[in-house]
């Protein structure tokens, strides 16, 4: 169900039957919006998990990083406990921001955006369909035509839109960096086909933060809506059962038991 938090539009999704002492919760990146997450909420509610997945990028009210974070604090107020942060594309710079505010327990990034300074690996961003955004222009247009086909990738449901400008100019001028590594569990996914998020940049945060990674064959940058989507949902959720151990959990049965 949809819901507000303050100004901020949230998609709920409460467990079928509470199994987790923890929410999820979910942070979408550029050009997105939180229906990208709508499969796995759905998904993962059968599992036990309760998700929230809040509309932040592309929002004029949210047009620059700061209100994105302080947005996502507002939220991450009227949960129940700290979250366990699930984030896609520039959603990990936020979400490492909150980990510091928050001490959330784990996160896992999926198919990670991050400034060149941090390992990322953005050429495809200095395009020259890139250059009004780069120059100036209140918005950055989503990738169309071969690009755009490109990212999307065999992946249904997609609507790719207009984002922010600023945020994206402080992509990629190395302005949105990355916030200094925390000592919680993290997990970093990401697909061999992925031509923004290429194996090398999931390498690269994943060492930097001392997180294991898992790269998934004929997958791009969107694998929690390819086909075989529920393949990867699931290798999330054994990961965070096994991250966390007991702590995490309502109660145990076989399946779940670390």
């Known amino acids: 169900m949809r819901t507000k938090i303050g100004s901020l539009s949230v998609e709920l999704v409460r467990a079928e039957a509470a199994r987790f002492q923890r929410p999820l919760l979910f942070l979408h990146g550029l050009w997105t919006d939180a229906s990208i997450w709508q499969a796995w909420a759905g998904y993962l509610s059968h599992r036990g998990w309760e998700s929230w997945a809040p509309a932040l990028f592309g929002d004029p009210e949210y047009a620059e990083h700061e209100r ?17 942060i699930v984030t896609h594309d520039l959603g990990i710079v936020a979400a490492l921001e909150l980990v510091h505010a928050i001490t959330a327990p784990a996160i896992v990034a999926v198919a990670p955006v991050v400034a060149a300074a941090d390992g990322g690996r953005l050429g495809v961003l200095r395009f020259p369909r890139f250059w009004r955004a780069r120059f100036g222009a209140t918005d950055v247009a989503a990738p169309t035509g071969a690009l755009g086909r490109t990212l999307i990738g065999r992946s249904s449901g997609v609507s790719m839109r207009s984002d922010s400008g600023a945020i994206f100019r402080a992509l990629v001028g190395d302005r949105l960096r990355l916030a ?37 064959a004929d997958r791009g940058h969107f694998p929690m809506i390819e086909p075989g989507w529920e393949q990867v949902a699931d290798g999330v959720h054994r990961w965070i059962v096994r991250a966390m151990g007991e702590e995490i959990l309502a109660w145990l049965d076989d399946e779940e038991e670390p």
């Open 180 to 216: 200094p590594p925390v000592p919680v569990p993290g997990l970093v996914v990401g697909g061999a086909e992925d031509v923004l998020t290429p194996p090398a940049a999931v390498h690269s945060l994943a060492e930097r933060q001392d997180w294991p990674h898992e790269i998934h």
């Open 68 to 84: 994105v974070v302080d947005a996502a604090r507002t939220l991450l107020a009227a949960l129940p406990e700290p979250p366990i």
